[in-house]
């Protein structure tokens, strides 16, 4: 069963340069590594192991953004989707899976 969402988030990826993602990721670049939801209550999952990622243009006639998604393992045993929108630099929490 899944939990369906469309929540901010703060995501700290691999090479420690900050939040993001760039463009023409190579090796580990541009992997989630720390997802930090703001609160209340503030939650913080460290990602033990990345199972997926993908990309999805969505519907660019009426205006969705690319987006970069990856489904996760965090050290809890937690299974997120998380998506990085291009356009607006955001992340945003899509999926728990319960």
Do not use: C, N
Not at 25 to 44: C, F, H, Q
Not at 64 to 89: N, P, W, Y
């Amino acid at each position: 069963m899944t939990r369906r969402l469309w929540r901010p988030l703060r995501v700290v990826w691999a090479g420690g340069r900050g939040e993001g993602i760039g463009e023409g990721m190579k090796g580990t670049e541009g992997v989630p590594r720390r997802i930090v939801l703001p609160g209340p209550p503030r939650k913080v999952y460290h990602v033990v192991r990345v199972l997926e990622t993908w990309r999805e243009v969505g519907e660019w006639w009426r205006g969705e953004e690319e987006l970069q998604a990856f489904r996760v393992l965090t050290e809890d045993g937690s299974l997120l989707e998380v998506v990085f929108l291009r356009k607006s630099r955001r992340w945003m929490l899509t999926r728990v899976y319960d």
